[in-house]
DNA sequence: AACCTGACTTCGG
DNA sequence: TCCGAAGCCAGGT
């Protein structure tokens, strides 16, 4: 693998539990902000294999991007289990638990 | 080397 | 708010 997707390995590795973060804002943090596309590929790929929280990432809309039947209810239960409120839709207040750490 | 594929994002209507 | 188009990236074929 690349050294960048080495870095956005790393960062999804550090998302606390409790909180969430974006495709969008990862890719950034690891140095290309227009590489969002390639965190989607890297969670396929990789978060099994590296036991991932592949759970606490979701688009910049503030929901979660998988369909309903095709992931949808499990990353949602995943959520909610770490205290996150999660509405019908996938809704998340990003204002509440992104996680700002650096930037 | 060319072309295709996404768990994306932004912008315009 | 919803939809489509365009831009972007690394991997796989």
């Known amino acids: 693998m690349t050294e960048f997707t080495a870095k956005l390995l ?3 590795k550090s998302i606390p539990m409790g909180s969430v973060s974006t495709y969008g804002r990862i890719a950034n943090l690891a140095g290309n902000p227009r590489a ?3 965190v989607s590929w890297v969670l ?3 978060s099994e294999k590296l036991s991932l929280p592949w ?3 979701i688009n910049s809309r503030g929901r979660i991007s998988l369909r ?3 992931g949808f209810e499990l990353q ?3 959520l909610e289990e770490e205290g996150i409120i999660v509405g019908h839709n996938g809704e998340i ?3 509440k638990y992104l996680w ?3 930037l």
């Open 100 to 102: 700002n750490d650096n």
């Open 36 to 38: 969002a596309r390639q």
């Open 93 to 95: 207040d990003l204002n």
């Open 55 to 57: 759970h606490r990432i």
């Open 76 to 78: 949602k239960a995943l």
């Open 44 to 46: 396929r790929v990789y």
């Open 10 to 12: 790393s960062i999804i």
């Open 68 to 70: 309903k039947g095709q």
